[in-house]
């Protein structure tokens, strides 16, 4: 492709302005079918119709273009289209040093940060096999279930609104801000943390976000209960979660999903028991599971999970060692070729990395799995045959992150 | 302004109507102060009394319409305000704080707004239908106020079929929703309008049912007559002889106004705004005003049906005289004479200094001025205050306005409540409840005052 | 059937098969009741700069450890690979991606287009032949606009110029 024809086109151009007759698009892309199952989705039978749901649209989560095949009101087939939010993570930190690679990969999953910014933290780490300070692997393990916590909330508040619901997401964002703002006291930033260093966290503990989680810790629980209150027994709800999107334990497994749509169906996989990293193996708590596998056994879980964190929290407080929050490394990280793969337990599943190292001081390669990115093919399976408005109910009840699924 | 400077060929289409109807108001004006200074128009009024003294039904008529079609926008402006702050509540949120105290001029502003946005044509719409559907959907919503009886004699006509008039031209909204779904060229659109129609029709059938036990115990369809069979306590009130009929027809109503939870025409999270899609400007508006002309109107219905009209729940007059506090109504000014002159020009300068004395005495850092503008607002709402009382004891339109006017909003704000509480249903879920539970019910309450009817009259 | 004895280093075991054999390995750990690997944790291709690779990350109920399962050995030119989306459905997109940053082929893969970049993309912007714009000190002096070279491996960047893995 020439330069030219990517070129931006400038206001001068007299062309930009010019009314364009009026047109019926056809619905079927311009190019020819690139795969069998693209030949086959845009294939219309009579009655059927096709409609774009995204890049621009309130309920994608970010700009998720969907392509509906819809028979009426009932859905027949979909087609997830990516790609808009895609920014090259992986190129971009193949070309910046390990340092670089951890502010990149934060915006990965713009909700629960403090998971996509651990991937090349946690890879370097096993490739250089450096210990890291007890004290610094402990507020870890605080950040990322304060997080998840947060994640959750946001879930639920996510779930209700695509259902029509107004007022859950403003109760989740008040539980959700008074984490976010404790997470600020501790890293300086509300969204975007860049907190975890290679070798340990950018700095301990503070008397401002431990006084934040003191005031949080007295009411959390509470807190939990009372905002859910207003969905948990609402008829209109459960009507519209339960039975819908049914995922059976094989499916699951084999569309490879992980998280809690995973844990919906039964199977307990949480790579914190199933796979120990951190201080984990240390600390007590319940893998929560649901048999149903359905969109209101998701919300049920992503509930029960943030009552689990608190119990973490609460024990970590306890166990809060003293000592150091950086372990000993040079400035410039050359660690030894190999390869590494690490997983840890994020709000929406398992968060992987795959690093290989070359010797130099940039990683040679750094693949993210992305666990909503696999868990969103789900919807190909779970919607079709269900209503356009139970195409947002599922959607949600997988809680794709964009940033992360576009990489 | 912008739309002065701006040559004429740059104009949208709303601007070409607007500019030279503004120059004409502006004649007109200056015309009439002609008039009355040379006392040309004085004279043609004298001649013109009679006139309308011969036309009094038609001169009615268009008195009532302009009215009814002036008094939509407030009454939108107040509901969308109103909304706003009650769902900013039920969100803890803070809602409309900026324009106005507590934000009470940001739905006046919203208003301005939509007047100002670019009013937006699509390529590939069918202009004259994408044009006409907002209209079609705010008279259609509009007309039904004309029925509606606001107070004793407060009504726009009395018709004998006045019921009927009102599901007849409410059922003409699905025509202009249909027509914005259709005309849109928007998959999103013809969704929505689509749904609009199935909705609407399949709850017009409850909606109308429901109805009919108040039609057999009235033995009307005006509404006039059904509010004035209401009159008395509270307990005779229609709710009590139908509660079922009441249940029935408040669900449908909030189906018919499209309303949450039965939103699913213009589901914002499931097709983006249905058939307001590619709507912007004033036809969004329309659109957005008719929506809450409709609230208001459905409250009304429900208030004139069920709950008494502008009846007030008890009656004061016979506690009132008990206590021995009889109001003598008949105060004539003619008696004071030039007293009465001296009140007019000595009462607001002496009431205001009266007023501001306080505020001056009391507030050392207060200026002058500022004590004397505190002192002449508080005159004003005094004075305000008793010439409402004053209407209120004299003319019984005034209380029975307040009435039905509190009795509406009551319903207006349950409308709101549940906007801010509960999620959509499923366009199946809306189906199945209308002609499965709906319907059902509606029929056996029908059945069961019929019944009860012909006992009644039975045992009389 | 492996190219090279397993490799065990902290808590993942390795080991590399030839595109040959790539199917039934797969097929056999995720069939056989002795292996049980019924989730798979990741599937991403690589470009060491002399070969393709694709790379599989297993996890089984039996045991804790993680097995690395390395498709290597790809010709670069060509790359070719069985899918493995007849024993996991949600292989799928991971193969879609790796298809679209590097090129490689999943035989058996009913979906195989590319999913971030746009249809009319030509090039593979993950392999190490593709230079990002702000790269260009270290690019083949083709200037700054490198990103949309199309990648054709006749006219390719000179070996020497691309940054390879000295794994083996």
Known sequence: ?407 | MSALTRPWGHLTLAGKIILPLVGLVIALTLLLLLGVATGVIPALVLFGGSLVGANLPIVRFIVAASAILLMTVPTAFVIIYMEMKFIAFINMRLGPNRIGPWGTLQSTIHGFKVLAKEDFTPTGVDVPVFTLAPVVVYLSAVMTLLVLPFAPGLVGVDMNIGLLYFFGIGGLNVVGLLMAGWSSFNKYSLIGGLRAAAQVISYELPLTLGVVGVIMLAGTMSLNQIVLLQAGSFLDWFVFQQPLGFLIFFIAAVAEGNRAPFDLTEADSEIVAGFATEYSGMRFGFFFFAEYVAVFILSGLITVLFFGGWNAPLDLNPLLNWAGLSVNTGLDFGRLGVGLLFLIALGPVVGTLLLALPFWMLRSDWSVLKSLVIGFLLFNLLIMGAVGLYLAISFEAVVGLFWFIAKTYVFVFVFVWMRGTLPRVRIDQLMGFAWKWLLPAALLNLFVTALAVITVDAIR | MLLSPPRARRDTTEIRVSTAHASDVMRTLHDDPEFGFDILADVCGVDTGDHMQVVYHLWSAASPDWLRVIVDELPRDDPRVPSVTFLWKGAEWGEREAYDMFGIIFEGNRDLRRIYMPPDYESFPLRKDFYLADDAPRSPGQGFRHMERVHDPSTATPDLLIRRSKLR
């Open chain 1, 1 to 407: 492709m020439t330069a030219d024809a990517t070129r931006i086109r400038s206001l001068d151009d007299p062309t930009l302005f010019v009314d364009t007759p009026a047109t019926i698009y056809d619905a079927v892309p311009p190019y020819p079918p690139r795969s069998e199952r693209e030949a086959e989705f845009y294939h219309l039978r009579d009655g059927e119709l096709l409609i774009n749901l995204g890049p621009q649209h309130p309920s994608t989560h970010g700009v998720l273009r969907v392509v509906l095949k819809i028979d009426g009101e009932r859905v027949v087939d979909l087609d997830p289209v990516l790609g808009y939010l895609h920014r090259g993570v992986e190129k971009i930190c193949e070309n910046g040093d390990w340092h670089h690679a951890i502010s990149n990969c934060d915006p990965l999953e713009y909700v629960a940060s403090m998971f996509s910014e651990a991937m090349p933290v946690l890879a370097c780490e096993k490739l250089l096999d450096l210990e890291v300070p007890r004290r610094a692997e402990y507020i870890r393990v605080l950040a990322w279930e304060l997080n998840r916590i947060a994640s959750h909330a946001l879930f639920v508040g996510w779930l209700a609104l695509d259902l029509g619901g107004l007022t859950p997401i403003l109760y989740s964002f008040i539980e959700r801000d008074e984490i976010v703002e404790m997470l600020a006291a501790l890293t300086g930033q509300r969204l975007l943390f860049n907190y975890l260093r290679i070798g340990g966290v950018n700095g301990d503990l503070n008397h401002e976000f431990m006084s934040r989680l003191g005031d949080w810790m007295s009411h959390a629980a509470e807190q939990l209960d009372n905002n859910q209150k207003l969905l948990n027994e609402n008829e209109i709800f459960v009507r519209r979660t339960k039975g819908l999107g049914t995922l059976d334990r094989e499916t699951a497994l084999r569309l490879c999903m992980t998280g809690p749509p995973l844990r919906a169906t039964g199977i307990p996989y949480d790579v914190r028991r199933a796979h120990p990293y951190s201080v984990y193996p240390e600390l007590e708590f319940r893998i929560p599971t649901r048999e149903e596998g359905d969109s209101y056994a998701r919300y049920q879980l992503h509930l029960d999970e943030a009552r689990e964190s608190i119990h973490i929290i609460d024990q970590v407080l306890h166990q809060m060692p003293d000592g150091p929050v950086m372990a000993q490394i040079p400035r410039l990280i050359r660690p030894r070729p190999g390869r590494a793969w690490i997983a840890i337990e994020s709000p929406r599943g398992q968060y992987g990395c795959f690093a290989i190292s070359d010797g130099s001081d940039q990683p040679f390669r750094l693949r993210i799995r992305d666990p909503s990115y696999f868990n969103l093919q789900a919807v190909g399976v779970l919607t079709p045959g269900n209503l356009i408005a139970d195409t947002m109910a599922i959607m949600a009840s997988l809680d794709p992150i964009m940033g992360g699924i576009d990489k």
